[in-house]
C-alpha cells in the first residue's frame, strides 16, 4: 500500500525567508504529483501538478520537483508571505493499487511578519 | 464556472439516521472521489468512480455507499451513521485529459451524535 509522509509536520519562518517542504513516497508507480494549499476550515486549493514523467513544474513563487526513483518531491516557495500560512498538501495518484489516490498528512507553515 | 458543487456544507444527525451527501462536477470529468479528513489523519479516500456504473472501494469504505448512475453526480450515503463517521468530508473530480489534477468542493462537515 501507498505511504506519503510530510516533513516537517510543521514550519515557523520569518517573512522573506525561502523555504522547502518535503513530501515522500513508498512506491514508485504513480501517474502524478499533486501540492495543494488548504487554509483552516477551508477546502483545498490545487497549486501545482508533476506528470510521472516530469521533473519539476513551477508556478510564480512555487517550484514542485520529482524524483520518481527515489520517492520524493519539494515545494520550494520563493520570498515568503505571511499570506502562504496555510497547511501545504501533497498527494499522489497510485498506479499499482487501482488508481488510488493517496495524500500526506500535511505541513502547517507560519510566515512571521 | 467550472465547479465541484457539495451539498449541504453542515449537517448534523443522530445515529442510525440515514443521510446523502450530494456531489456534483460541471467539467465533464469521468473520475470522482469521495475522502473523509480527519485530525492527525490527513484525507483518506473513501470511495472513487473512473466512469459512470464503476465505483471501487478507497482505504476506508466501511459505512458507506456510492453510485454513479450520471457523470456530473457522485453521492454518498451513510445508511446507518455513528459518531466515528463525524469528519469532514470531500469530494473531487479529474480527468485523464488534464492528467487527473484534481479539483475539490468545499467539503462538508458532518457531525453525528
Same mark, same amino acid.
Given at each position: 500500500k501507498?505511504?506519503?509522509?510530510?516533513i516537517? #509536520? #510543521?514550519?515557523s519562518?520569518?517573512?522573506?525567508?525561502?523555504?522547502v517542504?518535503?513530501?515522500s513516497?513508498?512506491?514508485?508507480?504513480?501517474?502524478?504529483?499533486?501540492?495543494?494549499?488548504?487554509?483552516?476550515?477551508k477546502?483545498?486549493?490545487?497549486? @501545482?501538478?508533476?506528470?510521472?514523467?516530469?521533473?519539476?513544474?513551477?508556478?510564480?513563487?512555487?517550484?514542485?520537483s @520529482?524524483?520518481?526513483?527515489?520517492?520524493?518531491?519539494?515545494?520550494?516557495?520563493a520570498?515568503?508571505?505571511?499570506?502562504?500560512?496555510?497547511?501545504?498538501?501533497?498527494?499522489?495518484?497510485?498506479?499499482?493499487t487501482?488508481?488510488q489516490?493517496?495524500?500526506?498528512?500535511?505541513?502547517? @507553515?507560519?510566515?512571521?511578519? | 464556472?467550472?465547479?465541484?458543487t457539495q451539498?449541504?456544507?453542515?449537517?448534523?444527525?443522530?445515529?442510525?439516521k440515514?443521510l !446523502?451527501? !450530494?456531489?456534483?462536477?460541471?467539467?465533464?470529468?469521468?473520475?470522482m472521489?469521495?475522502?473523509?479528513?480527519?485530525?492527525?489523519? *490527513?484525507?483518506?479516500?473513501?470511495y472513487?468512480?473512473?466512469?459512470?456504473?464503476?465505483?471501487?472501494? *478507497?482505504?476506508?469504505?466501511?459505512?458507506?455507499?456510492?453510485?454513479?448512475?450520471?457523470?456530473?453526480? =457522485?453521492?454518498?450515503?451513510l445508511?446507518? $451513521?455513528?459518531p466515528?463517521? !463525524?469528519?469532514?468530508?470531500?469530494?473531487?473530480s479529474?480527468?485523464?485529459?488534464? =492528467?487527473?489534477?484534481?479539483? =475539490?468542493? $468545499?467539503?462538508t462537515r458532518?457531525?453525528?451524535?
Amino acid at each position: 500500500k501507498q505511504e506519503v509522509t510530510q516533513i516537517p #509536520a #510543521a514550519l515557523s519562518v520569518p517573512e522573506g525567508e525561502n523555504l522547502v517542504l518535503n513530501c515522500s513516497f513508498t512506491d514508485s508507480a504513480i501517474y502524478n504529483l499533486q501540492w495543494f494549499r488548504q487554509d483552516p476550515g477551508k477546502g483545498l486549493t490545487s497549486l @501545482l501538478l508533476i506528470q510521472s514523467s516530469q521533473r519539476e513544474q513551477t508556478s510564480g513563487r512555487l517550484n514542485a520537483s @520529482l524524483d520518481k526513483s527515489s520517492g520524493r518531491s519539494t515545494l520550494y516557495i520563493a520570498a515568503s508571505q505571511p499570506g502562504d500560512s496555510a497547511t501545504y498538501l501533497c498527494a499522489v495518484l497510485s498506479t499499482n493499487t487501482g488508481n488510488q489516490f493517496y495524500f500526506g498528512t500535511g505541513t502547517s @507553515l507560519t510566515v512571521i511578519p | 464556472e467550472a465547479q465541484v458543487t457539495q451539498n449541504p456544507r453542515y449537517l448534523i444527525t443522530v445515529t442510525g439516521k440515514k443521510l !446523502t451527501v !450530494t456531489c456534483s462536477q460541471n467539467m465533464n470529468h469521468e473520475y470522482m472521489s469521495w475522502y473523509r479528513q480527519d485530525p492527525g489523519l *490527513g484525507l483518506r479516500q473513501i470511495y472513487y468512480s473512473m466512469n459512470v456504473e464503476v465505483t471501487d472501494k *478507497g482505504d476506508v469504505p466501511e459505512g458507506y455507499k456510492v453510485s454513479r448512475k450520471e457523470k456530473r453526480n =457522485f453521492p454518498l450515503i451513510l445508511e446507518s $451513521p455513528s459518531p466515528n463517521q !463525524t469528519s469532514l468530508y470531500f469530494c473531487a473530480s479529474s480527468n485523464a485529459e488534464r =492528467f487527473y489534477e484534481q479539483y =475539490f468542493g $468545499p467539503g462538508t462537515r458532518l457531525t453525528v451524535t
